[in-house]
């Protein structure tokens, strides 16, 4: 016999569900909203604010008119557009490359894969640190030891501003180039392999099928790769404190490390929020500006 519910047990039973679901994610809804969505708003508050230790001043655009105006905010977003198409298209180009050196089912690849995605799980901090000492300016320099062996004079790397910011943009590469190796395997894994056996049967080259075939399968995948690879260059601190801290001269100081230096340093707080707000703008502005190029391709 079966039993037929009232309708405010039929009430109680759809709502029960959600409620343990939400009361599951309160605690991570409270910490997020406490460490994270409190300070952002706090951040924006003060981005328009002139801080002091005691009081504060409402300074309107102020802040935001001195880091658009100011020739060290200037150059560092400049150094962070930089770094971040240059880390984005170096890491994309060999992250894809090793992708297809490195894919297929033998049973010594795990051992490769695993070697070249050991760089993603190390501290940042302990990676630039080693890539500190590498780049060591003077003869017994890791780098230039190795240029010595093919009668090459040492590089500066860090110490001059020429190279300064490219040496970062090696390392930025060599560590962020596993992570899209292994998005990129994950997006080989789904390609039809009947479509590579015919095109083979038909006498296509191999860079007629990367072309054609593989290129194309992996879109979707080059957009999420490139969105998260471009957010990352913006956002780039770590290695630049710790390889150079911005220098020599500024050369390669960085939007969030000059963030850094004006908020705890120097105590602009509120200059410092701006320079943060105008961060999270560019990041916002990025992330949709793909997800409207992805809807209009699919389109």
Known sequence: MTRTLTPAASRRARWRGPLVAWAFLAPAL??????????LFTGLVMSFQEIRYLDSTWVGLDNYATILTDDAFRSAIWHSVVLALGTTAGSLVLGLVLALLIEGPARYLWFIRTA???????TMAAVAEVWRIMYHPGDTGTLNAILGWFAIEPQPFLADEDSSLLSIMGM????????????????LVGIDRTLYEAAAVDGASTWSRLRHITLPALRPVFWI???LAAIRGLRVFVEVYVLTNGGPNGSSEVLMTLIYKLGFQSGDLGIASAGGVLLFVATLALTVLVQLMRRRERA
């Open 116 to 122: 070249a995605f050991l760089p993603v799980v190390v």
């Open 225 to 227: 790769l490139f969105t």
């Open 30 to 39: 409270l910490l997020f909203l406490y460490f994270k969505f409190i300070p």
């Open 172 to 187: 930025s590469i060599w560590r962020g180039t596993p992570y899209d190796m292994m998005i990129f395997l994950a997006g």
